[in-house]
């Protein structure tokens, strides 16, 4: 861990806990900052809490103080998640006091290079793909934020021998000053998180700043294919290394028009030899490969990485193959454009599930994409207005109650050599605390079907 000064004898909030926020404040702590935890959760119910009260920070639980914001803090470090309207929040910025999130923190002790990962779709897979390619090349790397680890947590271990392949959201993203990877990564940009930031152009910006301090000595790899992406790299300074599905292109990577995935200009693998379908997957593991390329990470290791990888859990994750019927769980796809990618990744008969948490919105868009799969299942708030479109799709359409009776219905459309895909296009709070439990919950379900 570098020897940092920022902190020590400062004042500094920790604004919110979960797992960065305690990470985060036992950082700072062991920095030797004086550090305050505020936290809504009682603290008789919030045993991190009273863990970084008995390491030495001053903890308030409960309620949110406006004296918590004054002139002699340092900085505040806020949980991704918390918005810029908070009362909070609009104080310290009123005050000209940092608003950071720990990823800030991670980038100041870290004595490794930092690969930084984002964009609207992708991000763990990409990261994870990165992780196991750099296996093989002339660092011994180390994964971390949204994916395993917290930043921060990592970042104080990794030396110079390490390079720290991290995962990160626009929320994260927001609360960065000096943070600069040696490798910057934007994928794509959808319209996401627009409640959060507001409309499409300050979530951008958002995303963007993964490039704000880049240097000549910088890497960029980003879609060419995605014109806002590419707009927001060209402004930006580092070594440009684009990739495209869509372009042939001699200096970034591309996929060649006989189906070859090249690194500049170099067969690496044939797209039907990967182990993850659709083109999504192909845009992942051409930014993936780009990356390994600059730590010495030769085609064949990637090849290799590419052809077994089976996918994160929960993002067109392949469960099995049941009786002639490949089982995928994209449990992940907690919106339409996710759902969408995950039919386009398949020309195989599709018997699909869908639904959840009703957000108010209807599901017309998947209209047109609807045009490989055969049967739909619907269960929870949502079952009916995703019914209406498979009807209009000319789906055969069963609704059902719950997550749990919709598996068996959905196998029981199926015929030999389709797809079972659990896609839900819908967020998983009306049954479900988290897209996780809900996709955890489906593989048991199947594991009884085959049982």
């Not at 995928?328 to 699909?352: C, E």
């Not at 895909?421 to 709070?429: G, I, M, N, Q």
């Amino acid at each position: 861990m570098k020897a940092v000064s920022d902190f020590k004898g400062k004042d500094v909030l920790v604004l919110g806990l979960a797992k960065s926020g305690t990470a985060a404040a036992l950082l700072l702590h062991e920095l030797g900052a004086r550090v305050t935890v505020n936290d809504q959760k009682p603290l008789e119910e919030n045993e991190a809490a009273r863990s970084l009260e008995k390491a030495g920070c001053r903890v308030i639980c409960g309620e949110h103080p406006s004296s918590l914001i004054h002139e002699g803090l340092s900085c505040v470090v806020k949980n991704p998640g918390i918005r810029y309207d908070n009362p909070l929040i609009e104080k310290a910025l009123r005050l000209a006091i940092p608003v950071i999130t720990e990823v800030e923190l991670a980038y100041r002790v870290s004595e490794a290079p930092i690969v930084g990962i984002t964009g609207s779709n992708g991000k763990t897979t990409t990261t994870t793909l990165v992780h196991e390619m750099l296996q093989n090349g002339t660092k011994h790397p180390l994964i971390a934020g949204n994916i395993g680890k917290v930043s921060c947590e990592v970042a104080k271990n990794a030396g110079p021998e390490n390079v720290m392949v991290t995962e990160l959201s626009s929320f994260q993203l927001m609360g960065v000053e000096a943070f600069k990877p040696q490798v910057a990564v934007l994928l794509n940009i959808i319209d996401a998180h627009l409640d959060y930031h507001g409309n499409r152009e300050a979530y951008a910006e958002a995303k963007a700043r993964l490039f704000k301090n880049t240097d000549e000595n910088s890497v960029l790899v980003y879609n060419f294919d995605d014109p806002l992406v590419r707009r927001l790299a060209e402004r930006a300074e580092g070594i440009k290394m684009p990739f495209s599905v869509r372009e042939q292109l001699n200096t970034g990577a591309s996929l060649s028009e006989d189906g070859y995935l090249t690194v500049n200009g170099e067969a690496v693998i044939h797209k039907d030899e990967m182990s993850l379908p659709g083109e999504h997957n192909i845009e992942n593991a051409l930014a993936a490969a780009l990356t390994a390329s600059v730590y010495d990470v030769n085609r064949k290791d990637m090849a290799s990485v590419l052809m077994s990888f089976t996918g994160v859990k929960h993002r067109l994750q392949f469960v099995k193959n049941l009786n002639g019927r490949a089982v995928y769980n994209n449990s992940k796809a907690t919106n339409i454009p996710a759902t969408i990618t995950a039919l386009k990744a398949f020309d195989k008969p599709v018997v699909l599930i869908a639904g959840g948490l009703d957000r108010g919105n209807e599901f017309d868009d998947l209209l047109p994409w609807l045009k490989n799969v055969h049967s739909v299942v619907t269960y929870g708030e949502t079952a009916e207005k995703v019914a209406r479109v498979a009807r209009e799709a000319g789906a055969e359409v069963i609704s059902v109650q719950t997550l749990d009776e919709a598996v068996p219905e959905a196998y029981r459309l199926t015929n030999e050599g389709d797809i079972l895909l659990l896609s839900p296009a819908c967020a998983s709070w009306d049954q479900f605390k988290t897209f996780e439990e809900r996709g955890d919950r489906f593989i048991e379900a199947v594991e009884k079907l085959g049982s």
